[in-house]
């Protein structure tokens, strides 16, 4: 339904979610987005998949706090048998819980990075480029001083005779 980069947003969300967000998105009252531009990358989709993520993980977090336990918030405490008779569903769960948080850190990273990043960059780039421009200003001037050298080994050679 939506375009492949979305897929590591879509992916924590319901599936009855994405179907909900994809029909926002198609009635909007003010701003409906065709469903050719749905299938495309926007940053304005982009942006409205985040939003009803961040919304989504943080009712989550406020049932997980609040004492209602959810299908993929709660982990069994030690006490539970479970913990003993299911270990390929722990390191599944496990596993589903650090895809999660490491998303989670991908996503923070990128956004408070990723303008610092972008400006190492740039300045790294201006500063290749004001290197170029210095070695070439140093190969004029080598040359410039093989033409003079040339000049007073000619006037000398001149004078000689």
């Known amino acids: 339904m939506f375009h492949s ?26 701003d409906p987005v065709p469903l050719e531009s749905i299938f495309g990358k926007s940053e304005r989709i982009e942006s409205y998949l985040r939003h009803t993520l961040e919304i989504y993980e943080n009712s989550l977090n406020r049932k997980k706090y609040s004492g209602v336990q959810t299908d993929n918030s709660a982990w069994p405490d030690s006490s539970n048998q479970m ?30 990075f990723g303008k610092f990043m972008h400006d190492i960059e740039k300045e790294y780039r201006e500063q290749v480029n004001a290197n170029k421009k210095m070695r070439y200003g140093i190969k004029n001037l080598k040359m410039q001083v093989l033409e003079a050298e ?5 006037m000398k050679s001149n004078s000689i005779y």
Do not use: F, G, W
């Open 150 to 154: 040339k000049e007073l080994a000619s």
């Open 5 to 30: 980069d979305y897929k590591h947003i879509i992916d924590r969300l319901p599936e009855s979610l994405v179907k909900r967000t994809c029909e926002r998105l198609l009635h909007h009252s003010k």
């Open 83 to 112: 913990l003993k008779h299911y270990p390929e569903e722990n390191n599944s769960r496990v596993m589903n819980e650090l895809k999660i948080l490491s998303q989670h850190l991908l996503d923070y990273n990128k956004q408070t």
